[in-house]
């Protein structure tokens, strides 16, 4: 089976707060794009993956918050498709408060963003969330949401600054978005130290170049075990993500430059993430129970685009 680790849905680019939206627009309108982040649009980009985890988001000194119960909604649209992720702000009015509310929704992760939260991954309010996290059985990841407002504070979104935790916290699964970047080195070095945590392909996946440069030196350093698949809806869409992964030979062919094994390749997109993760509930159990066989027949997603990505997936 196929999951989708990082896809977002909101009512309003307001709900980012007026930096982050306004940034949204701008990226829009230079672009010429319109995201759509509909529960709608989930459905129809989803189409060729078998579940999916959808993000919530809250940094209150933003003003960004996206709530939970949003996300329980589009969740319970299909039950069978998504897990929900909760925004929590550790710096926020009583964020272990936030992570009951959250649990109780049925939210089976906690999504945190230090750079836009504005505190350090080792803060003494967040270290009192991981342990909530820990004896609830709650994953966290490390949000990076782009564009990045100008208040974010990147000195706190190093992940090297999560080996702390990690020692503190060694049973805690957590998973950092965007393969870390910019600092990718720094990530893969840290998710080879540390066996739980890992990386997701969210944001680089839409970069073919950047993505080939990551899983290269990843395939050299012998994590690949460690990174999990996840497209950034609605950023880019899981069709494409999967394309472009497997795609990634095609732009060393007629150089010098190394591939990477289509088995490990298929290893990423197909790797049990929630197993992984540790993530409790029915979808997960029918991930555990089919992890082993052929990725099923699926009406994909209908663009020309997600074609060779499908076949080579299936071995035809």
Request: proline share 8%.
């Amino acid at each position: 089976m196929v999951v989708d680790l990082h896809a977002r849905v909101w009512g309003s680019p307001d709900q980012f707060g007026p930096e982050m939206s306004r940034l949204l627009r701008l990226r829009q309108a230079d672009r010429w794009v319109r995201l759509d982040a509909s529960g709608a649009a989930l459905d129809r980009a989803m189409g060729c993956v078998d579940a999916c985890l959808v993000h919530g988001f809250r940094a209150d000194r933003l003003g960004a918050h996206v709530p939970n119960e949003f996300i329980a909604e589009i969740v319970r649209a299909a039950p069978g498709r998504r897990l929900g992720v909760a925004g929590v702000d550790p710096m926020g009015a009583d964020p272990l408060r936030q992570i009951e509310s959250a649990q109780s929704l049925g939210l089976v992760g906690i999504s945190i963003s230090p750079m836009c939260q504005g505190f350090h991954p080792s803060h003494s309010n967040a270290m009192r969330v991981y342990e909530a996290c820990v004896a609830r059985n709650l994953p966290i990841f490390v949000a990076r949401p782009l564009p990045l407002s100008p208040s974010a504070v990147m000195d706190f979104g190093r992940p090297g600054a999560w080996d702390e935790v990690a020692r503190a916290f060694p049973t805690l699964p957590i998973v950092i978005g965007e393969l870390g970047f910019p600092w990718i080195d720094e990530t893969l070095v840290l998710i080879g130290k540390h066996e739980n945590i890992w990386a997701d392909l969210s944001g680089i996946a839409a970069r073919p170049w950047q993505l080939m440069s990551a899983l290269l030196t990843a395939h050299g350093l012998g994590v690949l075990d460690r990174i999990l698949f996840a497209s950034g809806f609605p950023h880019e869409t899981p069709a494409r993500a999967i394309e472009n992964i497997y795609s990634l030979n095609a732009l060393s062919h007629g150089t010098q430059l190394p591939g990477i094994p289509r088995a490990l390749l298929r290893g990423i997109i197909e790797r049990d993430a929630l197993g992984a993760l540790r993530i409790e509930s029915d979808i997960a159990q029918q991930v555990s129970s089919t992890a082993d066989e052929e990725l099923p027949e699926v009406e994909p997603v209908k663009t020309p685009r997600i074609a060779p990505a499908l076949r080579t997936l299936r071995g035809t």
